[in-house]
């Protein structure tokens, strides 16, 4: 027993930062984030099962950018007033929505999926590559509040990246440090990565 402890004093550092490099990696690849499931309260109710299921609202008339950038972004009070100038003005909802409109306060939408800044991320290849919003954000056109359905953690995103490896036929090009094209596959750290 005294070799052991000798061997566990010696070593203590070493041991622990193996142990502190074992956990990191199992928490990356394995734990899904503690976020999913989460919907946020937005400032008013919006039902994607209404606008995106019943009336067959595509994603892109609201998420404008998608198809050429890197966000989907949140649409603007503008753009919810195309439908709601005519369109359910009695509802309190919309009311409080054409008063923020008129007065040109846009609507605070909370942000459900949100990845962390350290991670590069473009919708723009995802739409070009025929996923559709449904393979990440889940059967949005059946919820009445967006939730995380999916881990979005490195492991669910590299798993994805290796099952589809196959769709991409060329590497995809991107502008290297000194302004040079470089290849970047799939599963190289910089697909992803800054």
Not at 38 to 66: M, N, R, T
Not at 124 to 144: L, R, S, Y
Request: proline share 5%.
């Amino acid at each position: 027993m005294n070799a052991l402890s000798q061997v566990l004093s010696k070593h203590r550092v070493k041991l622990l930062l193996l142990a502190a490099f074992v956990g990191l990696v199992y928490w990356i690849w394995v734990i899904d984030p503690k976020y999913t499931g989460y919907a946020a309260d937005q400032p008013i109710p919006f039902s994607h099962k209404i606008h995106a299921g019943e009336l067959g609202v595509d994603c892109q008339f609201c998420h404008v950018s998608v198809e050429n950038g890197p966000h989907a972004t949140v649409p603007d009070t503008a753009t919810c007033m195309r439908c709601h100038e005519y369109v359910a003005g009695d509802s309190r909802n919309i009311q409080f929505l054409r008063a923020a409109y008129n007065q040109g306060e846009p609507l605070r939408w909370l942000k459900v999926h949100d990845l962390p800044d350290h991670v590069r991320f473009s919708h723009k290849p995802h739409i070009q590559q025929g996923f559709t919003c449904e393979t990440c954000h889940g059967d949005v056109a059946n919820m009445d509040k967006i939730e995380i359905v999916n881990g979005f953690n490195m492991g669910w995103c590299v798993n994805c990246h290796r099952e589809n490896a196959h769709l991409v036929q060329n590497p995809l090009p991107q502008v290297g440090a000194m302004g040079q094209n470089v290849s970047v596959h799939l599963t190289d750290c910089s697909t992803c990565h800054y």
